[in-house]
């Protein structure tokens, strides 16, 4: 009975901690049906560039467009300061600033992560980035755009 009443201690601790990590999980930043991950940042002071890594992942069944507004997506520093990218990868689609493309687009496949890049130009290194805003069309509501503020934790 003694060894019984173990393995039972045992299977409830590990049912709880499974369901602790399950809600963990409803932590995460999903909008419109993406899920979007901070993979880190840096500052390359040779370049004075602060480049900021993330990916996204599609949860839609079927392939969808991407459709980012990049004027509208910005980098904010620690005292709310707005900075405009220099460039933005995400796969193998590049803009960059000079070329004043109002959009980004891409075709995401369902459960399959993208990785994004935003490099912004002339960052001072006492400067430190407090959140990126993406702003991306709604899948659901065409001209309809969505903030989406990640924070930027080191």
Do not use: C
Not at 60 to 69: G, H, I, L, V
Not at 93 to 105: I, S, T
Not at 119 to 146: A, H, N, Q
């Amino acid at each position: 009975m003694n060894v019984f009443v173990r393995y039972m201690s045992i299977f409830i601790l590990f049912l709880g901690g499974t369901i602790v990590h399950a809600q963990s999980a409803d932590s995460l930043l999903v909008v419109d049906d993406i899920q979007f991950d901070v993979k880190g940042y840096y500052v390359d002071e040779s370049k004075k560039e602060l480049v900021v890594n993330l990916f996204a992942i599609s949860y839609s069944t079927d392939p969808r467009e991407y459709k980012m507004n990049t004027f509208s997506t910005q980098v904010l520093d620690q005292k709310k300061q707005s900075h405009f990218f220099s460039r933005i990868q995400m796969g193998n689609v590049l803009v960059k600033f000079e070329d004043r493309q109002n959009y980004l687009h891409y075709l995401l496949e369902e459960d399959k992560p993208v990785d994004i890049q935003v490099v912004v130009k002339d960052w001072k290194k006492t400067d430190k980035p407090l959140m990126i805003k993406l702003v991306l069309e709604s899948s659901t509501e065409e001209g309809e755009f969505l903030d989406v503020p990640i924070p930027l934790k080191n």
